[in-house]
C-alpha cells in the first residue's frame, strides 16, 4: 500500500517551454504533498507543501512564479516548471503522507529527471 | 538552530562488515526521525522509523537504528553488508513541523 506515482520520470524541453509533472497517491488520499528538487550527488531540498484546496506553502528561496504547484484533488498534485531554463535541470521528486498522519512516514514518487537544452 | 547532520559523505566497506551510518540532529522539540534509501535514479524508500516508543528500532533488509536523545543521534546500523546494500542513504527529521528535512546523505560502497 501507499503507492506514489510520478510522471513522466524524464523530461527533455527546451529553454523557454514550460513543463507539468503530476504526483498522483493510487491507493490512499492525501491531503498534503511535498515536492523536493534533487541536484547530482546532492540531499534533498523541500521547495514546497502542497495542500488540496488551497495555496501551495512554498519554502524560502523558491520561486512561486516559476514552480507552479496545484493540488486539485486528495491524490493528485502537479508541479509545473514554467519558462524552463537550463539551471532548473535537476532531479524532482514528489512525496505524500497518509491522511490524517502527520508523523507518519512520507511515500515517495520514482522522480522525474528535468532536462532543459 | 534545528538541523540534520549526516557524518561521512562516503561510506565503504567490505561484503559481510558491519555498517554504521551517522546521523545527529540538533532540536528543541523532541523529533520523529527516519532512514531512507536511494537507489539511482529512483525516489526514496523507507528503511526505518522512529517515532515514539522503543529507542532501538528494526527495519527492512536487515538494518536498525537506535534512538539517543542524550547523544541527539539516530545511527543506522547493519551487522554485515550486502553487496546490494550500495546506495544513498539519507537520515531525515521532522520537527513536529509536518515537514521532513534531510541529511545530506551518504554514499554507501559495499566491495567484495
Known amino acids: 500500500g501507499a503507492v506514489v506515482s510520478q510522471h513522466p520520470s524524464w523530461v527533455i524541453c527546451k529553454s523557454g517551454t514550460s513543463v507539468k509533472i503530476e504526483c498522483r497517491s493510487l491507493?490512499?488520499?492525501?491531503?498534503?504533498m511535498f515536492w523536493y528538487r534533487q541536484f547530482p550527488k546532492q540531499s534533498l531540498m523541500l521547495m514546497a507543501t502542497?495542500?488540496?484546496?488551497?495555496?501551495?506553502?512554498?519554502e524560502q528561496g523558491v520561486e512561486k512564479d516559476k514552480f507552479l504547484i496545484n493540488h486539485a484533488s486528495l491524490t493528485l498534485s502537479t508541479l509545473t516548471v514554467t519558462s524552463a531554463h537550463p539551471e532548473d535541470s535537476s532531479f524532482y521528486i514528489c512525496?505524500?503522507?497518509?491522511?490524517?498522519?502527520?508523523?507518519?512516514?512520507?511515500?515517495f514518487g520514482n522522480g522525474t529527471r528535468l532536462t532543459v537544452t | 538552530a534545528q538541523s540534520v547532520t549526516q557524518l561521512g559523505s562516503h561510506v565503504s566497506v567490505s561484503e559481510g562488515a558491519l555498517v554504521l551510518l551517522r546521523c545527529n540532529y540538533s532540536?528543541?522539540?523532541?523529533?520523529?526521525l527516519f532512514w531512507y534509501v536511494q537507489y539511482p535514479n529512483q525516489g526514496l524508500q523507507l528503511l526505518l522509523k522512529?517515532?515514539?516508543?522503543?529507542?532501538l528500532v528494526k527495519g527492512i533488509n536487515g538494518f536498525e537504528a537506535e534512538f539517543k536523545k542524550s547523544e541527539t543521534s539516530f545511527h543506522l546500523t547493519k551487522p554485515s553488508a550486502h553487496m546490494s546494500d550500495a546506495a544513498e542513504y539519507f537520515c531525515?527529521?521532522?520537527?513536529?513541523?509536518?515537514?521532513?528535512?534531510f541529511g545530506t546523505g551518504t554514499r554507501l560502497q559495499v566491495f567484495p
Open positions: 532540536s528543541s522539540v523532541p523529533p520523529y
Open positions: 512525496s505524500a503522507r497518509l491522511e490524517g498522519r502527520y508523523n507518519s512516514p512520507l511515500h
Open positions: 491507493d490512499f488520499q492525501a491531503t498534503t
Open positions: 522512529y517515532t515514539t516508543g522503543a529507542t
Open positions: 502542497s495542500n488540496e484546496g488551497s495555496k501551495a506553502t512554498y
Open positions: 531525515a527529521v521532522d520537527f513536529r513541523a509536518d515537514k521532513l528535512i
